[in-house]
Structures are given as structure tokens and as C-alpha cells.
């Protein structure tokens, strides 16, 4: 079965440009989460979607992040613009209906210059 | 509110020894709860869960109790590998509804032949 796919797998981009990250979850998870990752801060769940409807974006640190999901396979997460300090691994989940667990994909090592 | 205490790593161990990492939660209700494993260069993986209390989750010679009593759900490894070497996450899941988890910080196991 595939898992969480999430690309690219790595990004080097100037600040200032956009970035945007990809996210295909299990087919058949209704729940998606992005999550970022960095030594300071530990894992931040940054937002999450429920049946493809935003439910808690809290975690989204500023106004230049955003997410969208507009079908049950495909989620985005973008920057815009992106700054250095947004460089980090941006993972993205999913889960199924009544199940706790989530699923991981691999990453995304984002680096701004 | 709800939060996840684990103890601070890097742990060190040397091949074959006892692994215990602690792992302590408040949280509201009776919640759900799981231990990640994080091995470099990939996203998270589900290792083990526990959804009730005196629940023995297991999984590649990992066990976790819930322990209601003292708020715990410490991993433990009767003898570890080289291989286990990674960062293992404890977290709780609030509700199912939501399928939000609250993540520890992490704590980095290294095994030495």
C-alpha cells in the first residue's frame, strides 16, 4: 500500500520566493496534518483538515503560510514569501476515519537562503 | 491543558542493554496514547499504542504501559539493537473526533556495538 507522499523531498530556494510543498495522503484518510519540524522547536502541528475543511490552523505561524486541500488526494502548503528562518522538515499526515494513528510521509527539507 | 513530558536525551546505551524512556502526560478525559519512532531522514512510524488504562502496547520487542495512576507510558526494550538507534516520540490523542496528538519533544536514542 503506498504511504504519505510528500514532494518534493528536498527545496533550496532564495528567500523572498515562493515555496510550495505537496502532500498526497492514503486513500481513504479523511484527517490531513502538516507538521514542522526543527531543533529548536521540536514538532509543531502547524494545521489540519477534516473531511478536506481547514479545523484548526492555530499553529500556522504568519500570515505568509497557507494550506490548502481541494480534493480528498492532494494538499498543498505554501510560503509566500519565504524567509530563512522557515528553513526546517515540513512533514505532512493522514488518518483514517476513527482511527487515532496517523501516517507520516518522509519530508520535506526546506532550506531559504 | 494537555501535554506530554519525556525525559531528555541523547540516552546512550551499549548493544544488548535495558532501554526504559520516560514518558509522563496530563491531559483531560482519558485519552489515547502512542509511541513514534523517527529513524534519520524519514518521517515518523507508529511503533506502539495504548487507548485504555492497564493497556500493554507492543511492537518489535517495545512495550509502553498506560499507567493511569501515575500518568505514565514509559518504553521500554529488554535489549536493544544498533538498529534502534532513531528519535522516539510520546504523544496523546485528545479525542478521536479531532485526531489531534500532542507530541513530546523527543528523545534521541543512540546504540553502540
Known amino acids: 500500500d503506498a504511504g504519505v507522499i510528500q514532494s518534493p523531498r528536498h527545496e533550496v530556494t532564495e528567500m523572498g520566493q515562493e515555496v510550495t510543498l505537496r502532500c498526497k495522503p492514503i486513500?481513504?484518510?479523511?484527517?490531513l496534518f502538516w507538521y514542522r519540524q526543527t531543533m529548536m522547536r521540536g514538532l509543531e502541528l502547524l494545521i489540519y483538515?477534516?473531511?478536506?475543511?481547514?479545523?484548526?490552523d492555530s499553529g500556522m505561524p504568519e500570515d505568509r503560510f497557507s494550506a490548502k486541500m481541494p480534493n480528498a488526494s492532494f494538499s498543498t502548503l505554501k510560503i509566500q514569501p519565504s524567509e530563512p528562518r522557515d528553513s526546517a522538515v515540513y512533514f505532512c499526515?493522514?488518518?483514517?476515519?476513527?482511527?487515532?494513528?496517523?501516517?507520516f510521509g518522509d519530508g520535506t527539507r526546506l532550506s531559504i537562503l | 491543558g494537555n501535554s506530554v513530558t519525556q525525559m531528555e536525551g541523547p540516552v546512550t546505551l551499549s548493544e544488548e542493554a535495558f532501554l526504559t524512556i520516560n514518558c509522563t502526560y496530563t491531559?483531560?478525559?482519558?485519552?489515547?496514547l502512542f509511541w513514534y519512532v523517527q529513524y534519520p531522514g524519514e518521517g515518523l512510524q507508529l511503533l506502539l499504542k495504548?487507548?485504555?488504562?492497564?493497556d500493554k502496547g507492543s511492537n518489535k520487542g517495545f512495550e509502553a504501559t498506560y499507567r493511569k495512576e501515575t500518568t505514565s507510558f514509559h518504553l521500554e526494550k529488554g535489549s536493544v539493537q544498533v538498529s534502534d538507534s532513531a528519535v522516539y516520540f510520546c504523544?496523546?490523542?485528545?479525542?478521536?473526533?479531532?485526531?489531534?496528538?500532542?507530541f513530546g519533544q523527543g528523545t534521541t536514542l543512540q546504540v553502540k556495538p
Open positions: 486513500s481513504g484518510h479523511n484527517s
Open positions: 483538515f477534516n473531511n478536506n475543511v481547514p479545523i484548526d
Open positions: 504523544a496523546l490523542s485528545r479525542t478521536s473526533n479531532t485526531g489531534k496528538l500532542i
Open positions: 495504548a487507548t485504555k488504562a492497564d
Open positions: 499526515a493522514s488518518r483514517g476515519h476513527g482511527i487515532e494513528a496517523q501516517h
Open positions: 491531559a483531560t478525559g482519558y485519552p489515547s
